[in-house]
């Protein structure tokens, strides 16, 4: 099992970005799924994290500008950040319990960090 990230760049303050993340392999299901962000100097923060049913909790400083959607069909996770602000600058993570075939439980896998960049 392997999840992709994708859709990082460079984006003036204000400006949005989409993230994706998909997921591949042998799945059986997935359960919640995360995005985490890593800013220079600091720890890894929890973004915000949405359960199999679509519904999503959020990082109180990015709740109204950020929104965690997923597309159960496609094993796929989005992040819509919108109203950027210098601060949201990071490398974000995906993050997913995910359950193979065959197996009983669900282990946690990681995507590579993308890196977002917001200039002021």
């Known amino acids: 099992v392997q999840l992709q990230a994708s859709g990082g760049g460079l984006v003036q303050a204000g400006g949005s970005l989409r993230l994706s993340c998909v997921a591949s392999g042998s799945i059986f299901n997935i359960n919640a799924m995360n995005w985490y962000r890593q800013a220079p100097g600091k720890q890894r923060e929890l973004v915000g994290t949405i359960a199999p049913g679509g519904s999503a909790t959020y990082l109180a400083s990015v709740k109204g500008r950020f929104t965690i959607s997923r597309d159960n069909a496609k094993n796929t996770m989005y992040l819509q950040m919108t109203s950027l602000k210098a601060e949201d600058t990071a490398v974000y993570y995906c993050?997913?319990?995910?359950?193979?075939?065959?197996?009983?439980?669900?282990?946690?896998?990681w995507g590579q960090g993308t890196q977002d960049t917001v200039s002021s």
């Open positions: 993050n997913a319990w995910i359950r193979e075939i065959g197996k009983l439980y669900s282990n946690d896998y």
